[in-house]
Every structure is written in structure tokens, then in C-alpha cells.
């Protein structure tokens, strides 16, 4: 059983990478093909049926994800755009829950209201690696990013507090709404507690005692789960706890990692994230068996009916809510409109189409017990993770192949009020090499006059302050500036092409070990990423 269960994983993963490459090849995003390549799996015969705990997805599959999107997240974009992440996070994911309880107790038979919460519980949030996969390959400003990764690390959060008292309804058959609220106020309050006390807890065992980047970078796959387990252990918010935890830590890890732990743990975090998220999206591809098995009295026609009608009614309760929640504040408040850029109608319809649900959406649906408390079996169980695997499908393949589409309709990356990326990087570094410069005239002025390979440290300081500035200057002029700079980039990857057949040449002598070799290639990595990222 084991080993057929490794062959299985083994199998699948073998899958993920075939149809990631392909799906590059054909220009199409990743999450987007691994739904559509599990869907077609699922109809292969002989293939084994793949059922998969809900608890696996929550436990072994949310807390890195979710502990990754926190840590690679700008803290300062995150507090920036904090009011427009709010209304999406907690606002939306209320109202959308809202409306399609009432609309499900109304069109669907047999769906009490507490059904019709769960459901919106289940279906509310939006998935963020599906939406930032998809704007990787086309032009947005920084904003909209910024707003749609922030947004998914609280109303994953949100969603699953809705969907936990929407199901303690169902079973008690009660609903309070006072004790709700009030539950909803300290389940997520200790969820945020919890996982900042163990963000300081680990940030002390990075900082005082005897680490390697080895040891570092595993505690870095500790720390999630920690969270997650323990606050998940006092019945408060696992997920919020992830979220506060690795914000901190993201936020104090300059502190504490030094430049090894930092390549080290991002290259291997990489790997992890991709493969984790590779899985989950071809595994809600394979669900499709499963969701139509047990339909019961509802046909198959009736369900994907159903099923339509709630992805059409996210869809549009998403964009309606996008406008008034875009443009009233800044007509009531002064104070708003001073301090945030009007987002225009381009930004705000993309926002609103990038609403395309994953993998928390059907860890939710999976979740929903067999039996309820009585012992019979629970109503609706089978519909609802039908319907929610068909929101997932429609939204991701209808959306996310759409969606570039409706940015380059809306021009939107052409309304971007940020100082362009490039030059925030060529400013960074030339005030980077001015403070160095300054330090050496100041504090070592006999040194650099003694030692020759100090001094050539300033003068290699210095060209690079002028070759910055001058990089700066082509970014400020105007387009024949910038050609100059492209044209800049071109050489240097050139000259750094020639470099590596240089070191390969190295290889094959015996004079140079081969850790110096590979710390030369690794520097030669990273000139080449640095200008591959401006250029992109």
C-alpha cells in the first residue's frame, strides 16, 4: 500500500512538471493547466482514484503556502494599501457569503440558510497563487499585486471563520449572531496573538543560539506548522496565525539571516512552493469523480446547472462590489484622496476579474463532515463540493485565461503612479555605493593610501557610482536614454555568456577546486538575475 501510494505521488508529481512545461510553452498559466491536465486524468481509466484527506490539504499543504505568501510579501505594500485589502479580505468575503446563502436557499431545494453560509464560506475567497501566476506574464502595476496578495493572506482566514460557525449551525441546528461575532472577534484576535509569539520565539532561536543556514532554513518549514498547530490546538485561527507569524518574521529576518541563509532558504522555499502548488492544483483537477459521485436526487444536469449559477454569482457579486468599494470612501473621505491614487476603472475591473478560486475553496468543501450530529448523513454534502468544484474550474479556466487579456485591454500597466522598478534598483545601489565610499574616506583615509587593494575597493566604489548614476540619468531622459540602457543590458549578458564558457573552460583543468568554480558561477547567477528582473 505504501509503496503504491509513493508510485502515486511520484506519478503525479512526474505529471506537474510535464504539464507546467507545456503549459509554458503554449503561453498558458500553470494552475490553470493542472486543473484542466488532473480533469482529463481523472477520465483515463484504470487510473486510481485520488481521494484526499481534507486534513492533508490544511495540515500538511496550507500552513507553507500560506507561510511562503507571508514571508515573500511586502510589508510596506501590505500597510499601504491596508483599507483597500480590508474591504476584499473581510467586507467582500462577508457580503459574497451573504448573497449566495440567501440565493442558495432560494433556487436550490433542501438548502436551509445555514447551508447557503457554508457554501458562501466555502466559495468566497479568491486564490492568489492562480491570480499572481497569471499577472506574472503580463504588465500590471505594483498595486494591483500588492492588493491581490494581501488580500488572499486575510480572507483565507476570513472565509474559514464563516465556514466554521456556518457549520456549527448546520450540526447544533442554532445560530446567535451576538455570540458569532463575538467568537469571530477572539478566534481571529488569538489567531494573531499565537503567531506572534512564536515568531518571537523562533526569531530568538535564529538570533542567540549557533545556527547554520542549514538549520535556519529547516526551522523556516518549522515555524508554519507551529503555528498552525498550536493555534488550531486552543481553537483560534490557524490560518491568521500563519499569516501574522511569517509577516513578522519576513519583516525582522535581515536581522538574523545572513546572506548563505538567505539563498539558501529562498532557492529551497522555491522548489517547495512549486511542487506543493503543483500538487494541490492537479489534485483538484482529479476531485471530478468524486464530486459527482453521491449526488443523490439532484441529477447531473441540475448540479453543473447549480454550479453555473454560484460561479456567475461570485463572478458579478465581485465586480459590483470592486466599484462602490474603490470610489465611495475617496467621495466621503478628503483625507483618502490625498493619500491614495485614484485606481481608475482599468484598475478596479482587474481587480475584480481576478477573482479566480484554488485550493482553500476545496480543502473547505472536503472538510464538510459525512455525519451530522444525529448520526444521518449530512444534508447536501455531495452537492456542495460539486458546486464548488465546478466554481473553481469555471473561475480558474474562464478568468484566468481572460484575464490578460482584460489587462491589455485596459492599458493598465501604462497608469502606474510608482517610480518604475528600475529606477528604484539603480537608486537603492547608488545610495548603497555612495554610503560605502563615504565610510572608507572617512574611517579608513591611511589604509587606502597604504593598501593598495583598499584603495582599488574605492575606486571599483566609485566607477559603480557613476556607472549608476549615469543609468539613472538614461531611465530620467527620455526613450532614446532608456534603448541606451537596453542596449546596455545586452552586452552585459553577452560578456557574462562569455564569462561562463570561461569558467567551463576551467573545469577541466586542475588547477582551481571546484567550490571556487561553483562560487563564481553563483556570483555570475546573480549578475545575470539582476539584469534578466530589470529587463522583465
Same mark, same amino acid.
Given at each position: 500500500?505504501?509503496?503504491? !501510494?509513493?508510485? /502515486?505521488?511520484?506519478? /503525479?508529481?512526474?505529471?506537474?512538471?510535464?504539464?507546467?512545461?507545456?503549459?509554458?510553452?503554449?503561453?498558458?498559466? +500553470?494552475?490553470?493547466?493542472?486543473?484542466?491536465?488532473?480533469?482529463?486524468?481523472?477520465?483515463?481509466?484504470?487510473?486510481?482514484?485520488?481521494?484526499?484527506?481534507?486534513?492533508?490539504?490544511?495540515?500538511?499543504?496550507?500552513?507553507? $503556502?500560506?507561510?511562503?505568501?507571508?514571508?515573500?510579501?511586502?510589508?510596506?505594500?501590505?500597510?499601504?494599501?491596508?483599507?483597500?485589502?480590508?474591504?476584499?479580505?473581510?467586507?467582500?468575503?462577508?457580503?459574497?457569503?451573504?448573497?449566495?446563502?440567501? %440565493?442558495?436557499?432560494?433556487?436550490?431545494?433542501?438548502?436551509?440558510?445555514?447551508?447557503?453560509?457554508?457554501?458562501?464560506?466555502?466559495?468566497?475567497?479568491?486564490?492568489?497563487?492562480?491570480?499572481?501566476?497569471?499577472? =506574472?506574464?503580463?504588465?500590471?502595476? #505594483?498595486?494591483?499585486?500588492?492588493?491581490?496578495?494581501?488580500?488572499?493572506?486575510?480572507?483565507?482566514?476570513?472565509?474559514?471563520?464563516?465556514?466554521?460557525?456556518?457549520?456549527?449551525?448546520?450540526?447544533?441546528?442554532?445560530?446567535?449572531?451576538?455570540?458569532?461575532?463575538?467568537?469571530?472577534?477572539?478566534?481571529?484576535?488569538?489567531?494573531?496573538?499565537?503567531?506572534?509569539?512564536?515568531?518571537?520565539?523562533?526569531?530568538?532561536?535564529?538570533?542567540?543560539?549557533?545556527?547554520?543556514?542549514?538549520?535556519?532554513?529547516?526551522? *523556516?518549514?518549522?515555524?508554519? +506548522?507551529?503555528?498552525?498547530?498550536?493555534?488550531?490546538?486552543?481553537?483560534?485561527?490557524?490560518?491568521?496565525?500563519?499569516?501574522?507569524?511569517?509577516?513578522?518574521?519576513?519583516?525582522?529576518?535581515?536581522?538574523?539571516?545572513?546572506? &548563505?541563509?538567505?539563498?539558501?532558504?529562498?532557492?529551497?522555499?522555491?522548489?517547495?512552493?512549486?511542487?506543493?502548488?503543483?500538487?494541490?492544483?492537479?489534485?483538484?483537477?482529479?476531485?471530478?469523480?468524486?464530486?459527482? @459521485?453521491?449526488?443523490?436526487? +439532484?441529477?447531473?444536469?441540475?448540479?453543473?446547472?447549480?454550479?453555473?449559477?454560484?460561479?456567475? $454569482?461570485?463572478?458579478?457579486?465581485?465586480? $459590483?462590489?470592486? +466599484?462602490?468599494?474603490?470610489?465611495?470612501?475617496?467621495?466621503?473621505?478628503?483625507?483618502?484622496?490625498?493619500?491614495?491614487?485614484?485606481?481608475?476603472?482599468?484598475?478596479?475591473?482587474?481587480?475584480?476579474?481576478?477573482?479566480?478560486?484554488?485550493?482553500?475553496?476545496?480543502? !473547505?468543501?472536503?472538510?464538510?463532515?459525512?455525519?451530522?450530529?444525529?448520526?444521518?448523513?449530512?444534508?447536501? =454534502?455531495?452537492?456542495?463540493?460539486?458546486?464548488?468544484?465546478?466554481?473553481?474550474? %469555471? *473561475?480558474?479556466?474562464?478568468?484566468?485565461?481572460?484575464?490578460?487579456?482584460?489587462?491589455?485591454?485596459?492599458?493598465?500597466?501604462? #497608469?502606474?503612479?510608482?517610480?518604475?522598478?528600475?529606477?528604484?534598483?539603480?537608486?537603492?545601489?547608488?545610495?548603497? #555605493?555612495?554610503?560605502?565610499?563615504?565610510?572608507?574616506?572617512?574611517?579608513?583615509?591611511?589604509?587606502?593610501?597604504?593598501?593598495?587593494?583598499?584603495?582599488? $575597493?574605492?575606486? =571599483?566604489?566609485?566607477?559603480?557610482?557613476?556607472?549608476?548614476?549615469? *543609468?539613472?540619468?538614461?531611465?530620467?531622459? &527620455? @526613450?532614446?536614454?532608456?534603448?541606451?540602457?537596453?542596449?546596455?543590458?545586452? %552586452?552585459?549578458?553577452?560578456?557574462?555568456?562569455?564569462? #561562463?564558457?570561461?569558467?567551463?573552460?576551467?573545469?577541466?583543468?586542475?588547477?582551481?577546486?571546484?567550490?571556487?568554480?561553483?562560487?563564481? @558561477?553563483?556570483?555570475?547567477?546573480?549578475?545575470?538575475?539582476? %539584469?534578466?528582473?530589470?529587463?522583465?
Amino acid at each position: 500500500m505504501l509503496h503504491e !501510494s509513493l508510485l /502515486l505521488i511520484l506519478g /503525479l508529481l512526474f505529471a506537474v512538471f510535464l504539464l507546467v512545461m507545456l503549459g509554458q510553452k503554449l503561453g498558458i498559466s +500553470y494552475p490553470i493547466f493542472l486543473v484542466l491536465g488532473g480533469l482529463a486524468l481523472s477520465f483515463v481509466p484504470g487510473l486510481p482514484r485520488v481521494a484526499i484527506a481534507p486534513d492533508l490539504i490544511f495540515l500538511i499543504f496550507l500552513p507553507p $503556502l500560506l507561510y511562503e505568501a507571508a514571508w515573500m510579501t511586502s510589508w510596506n505594500d501590505f500597510w499601504r494599501w491596508r483599507r483597500a485589502i480590508g474591504l476584499l479580505a473581510f467586507g467582500l468575503v462577508a457580503f459574497t457569503s451573504g448573497i449566495v446563502a440567501y %440565493v442558495a436557499r432560494a433556487v436550490i431545494p433542501g438548502f436551509t440558510l445555514g447551508l447557503g453560509f457554508l457554501l458562501g464560506g466555502i466559495i468566497s475567497p479568491p486564490d492568489a497563487v492562480a491570480a499572481t501566476s497569471v499577472l =506574472r506574464g503580463v504588465k500590471v502595476p #505594483r498595486r494591483v499585486t500588492a492588493i491581490l496578495e494581501g488580500e488572499s493572506l486575510i480572507n483565507d482566514a476570513s472565509s474559514l471563520i464563516v465556514f466554521r460557525f456556518a457549520l456549527l449551525a448546520v450540526l447544533s441546528g442554532t445560530f446567535v449572531w451576538q455570540e458569532a461575532a463575538t467568537s469571530f472577534v477572539v478566534v481571529s484576535g488569538m489567531g494573531l496573538v499565537v503567531g506572534l509569539v512564536v515568531a518571537c520565539f523562533f526569531f530568538l532561536i535564529h538570533k542567540y543560539l549557533p545556527t547554520s543556514p542549514s538549520i535556519n532554513t529547516a526551522l *523556516t518549514f518549522m515555524a508554519p +506548522y507551529v503555528m498552525y498547530l498550536l493555534a488550531e490546538e486552543f481553537h483560534f485561527s490557524g490560518v491568521l496565525a500563519v499569516v501574522s507569524g511569517g509577516l513578522l518574521l519576513s519583516h525582522l529576518s535581515h536581522r538574523v539571516f545572513d546572506a &548563505n541563509t538567505r539563498l539558501q532558504a529562498n532557492s529551497v522555499w522555491a522548489s517547495v512552493s512549486f511542487v506543493l502548488n503543483g500538487l494541490v492544483f492537479i489534485i483538484i483537477g482529479l476531485q471530478l469523480p468524486i464530486a459527482v @459521485e453521491g449526488l443523490g436526487n +439532484y441529477s447531473l444536469q441540475q448540479a453543473i446547472a447549480y454550479g453555473l449559477l454560484m460561479s456567475g $454569482l461570485v463572478i458579478v457579486i465581485r465586480l $459590483l462590489w470592486m +466599484y462602490p468599494a474603490a470610489f465611495i470612501p475617496r467621495f466621503l473621505s478628503e483625507k483618502i484622496c490625498n493619500s491614495e491614487p485614484s485606481p481608475g476603472w482599468q484598475g478596479t475591473l482587474v481587480l475584480g476579474w481576478a477573482g479566480m478560486r484554488g485550493v482553500v475553496s476545496l480543502a !473547505s468543501a472536503l472538510s464538510v463532515p459525512l455525519l451530522a450530529a444525529d448520526g444521518t448523513a449530512f444534508p447536501q =454534502r455531495n452537492l456542495i463540493l460539486f458546486i464548488t468544484f465546478v466554481v473553481i474550474l %469555471v *473561475t480558474l479556466v474562464l478568468q484566468g485565461l481572460t484575464l490578460p487579456a482584460i489587462i491589455r485591454f485596459t492599458k493598465i500597466a501604462e #497608469r502606474d503612479d510608482r517610480t518604475p522598478l528600475e529606477e528604484q534598483e539603480a537608486g537603492v545601489r547608488l545610495h548603497l #555605493r555612495t554610503a560605502a565610499v563615504k565610510h572608507l574616506q572617512r574611517k579608513y583615509p591611511a589604509e587606502t593610501e597604504a593598501n593598495e587593494l583598499i584603495a582599488r $575597493l574605492q575606486q =571599483r566604489m566609485q566607477t559603480e557610482i557613476n556607472l549608476t548614476a549615469r *543609468t539613472l540619468n538614461s531611465l530620467e531622459v &527620455n @526613450e532614446a536614454g532608456r534603448e541606451t540602457l537596453r542596449q546596455y543590458h545586452l %552586452v552585459l549578458l553577452d560578456v557574462l555568456g562569455v564569462q #561562463r564558457q570561461a569558467l567551463e573552460h576551467l573545469r577541466h583543468h586542475d588547477s582551481f577546486d571546484d567550490e571556487v568554480l561553483r562560487q563564481q @558561477e553563483a556570483q555570475l547567477d546573480l549578475d545575470e538575475a539582476k %539584469v534578466k528582473h530589470i529587463e522583465r
